[in-house]
């Protein structure tokens, strides 16, 4: 979770690197604000996107809906991290519908307020934002998510480039990683695969806890998870390996040498894009089995 240990940890790493892994790869410096262009696929579709509202069970979320221009393809869900919907995962949801993905990216905190969170120059990660951000956050409870979840996901179907013939995917970053098992297992009907990307709060002692809805979900899930994140809580990884053993549900789950909480979202200052890079491609063949 996106939280002050984190927050402090990739302070300390960009002082001692400089924002190395942000210059490396030609997305400028470490300063906040900045954004690096993503790769495009050599094969990228032609896409078209939309800015949409989405009427839920506690009122109407904004959102961003983007596709291949011809066709039907599979849907996917994206619950953003905690600086919300913003440009970068709107260059993110362009960059999967152009791999195929008929790509819906939430507001999360539709219920407290509208994008942006961030002013020009923030990072996403600032005190005052994630501040403001655990506010808003605590009104998506469990039973708010389900409700939530069950509206974006009929939403996606109803959606003339969507193909229902097939099964729907979910990715989430930070914050969104526990709200894509929430999504997989109160919509295992339509949800086949997930992503999760530096995800916090996947394994709590709470009775609530993500990991115990693992024998609901089905299909096949992705789980990135950040080196520091690892070093913080060495046991989650290995309790939800074994949630999905038990359960017999596939799941990659591994933790990324040398990135940083936070690492996948190119707005990030600890932007790792090699990193981020294979986090996609497994992504990618995760969503394949779609």
């Known amino acids: 979770m996106c939280d002050e240990l984190t927050a402090a940890d990739n302070d300390r ?52 809906f983007v596709a291949p221009a011809r066709g039907k393809h599979p849907g996917v869900l994206v619950w953003p991290d905690i ?14 519908a152009e791999s195929g993905y008929a790509v819906l990216t939430v507001n999360p905190f539709y219920r407290s307020a509208k994008p942006p969170y961030t ?4 990072a996403p990660d600032a005190p005052e934002i994630r ?10 409870t469990p039973d ?10 009929k939403f996606i179907d109803a959606q003339k480039e969507t193909d229902r013939k ?39 002692p709470n009775p609530d806890s993500p990991h115990l809805l693992v024998p609901q979900m089905k299909g096949r899930y992705l789980f990135a ?33 040398g990135a940083n909480h936070g690492w996948c979202p190119p707005d990030s200052r600890v932007y790792n894009q090699a990193q981020a890079e294979k986090a996609w491609a497994r992504l990618l063949a995760t969503f394949s089995t779609l």
């Open 13 to 64: 790493f960009l002082a001692t690197t400089g924002g190395i892994s942000r210059r490396a790869f030609g997305a400028g410096t470490a300063a906040a604000g900045l954004m690096a262009l993503l790769p495009r696929a050599a094969n990228a579709m032609p896409v078209k996107g939309r800015d949409v509202t989405i009427t839920t069970p506690d009122g109407v979320c904004d959102a961003y």
């Open 83 to 96: 600086g919300g919907l913003r440009p970068a995962f709107r260059q993110m949801a362009d960059r999967l």
């Open 119 to 122: 002013k020009e120059g923030e």
């Open 131 to 140: 501040s403001r951000a655990m506010e808003y956050r605590k009104l998506l």
């Open 144 to 153: 708010a998510t389900i409700g939530d979840a069950t509206a974006f996901i």
């Open 166 to 204: 097939r099964g729907i995917g979910t990715t989430g970053y930070c914050m969104g990683g526990p709200l894509v098992m929430r999504t997989a297992a109160a919509v295992n009907g339509r949800v086949r695969a997930g992503g999760s990307f530096h995800g916090g709060g996947l394994v709590t």
């Open 225 to 257: 998870v950040a080196e520091n994140d690892d070093q913080r809580a060495p046991q989650d990884k290995e309790t939800l390996r074994a949630a999905f053993v038990a359960a017999k549900v596939p799941a990659e789950i591994e933790v990324y040498a």
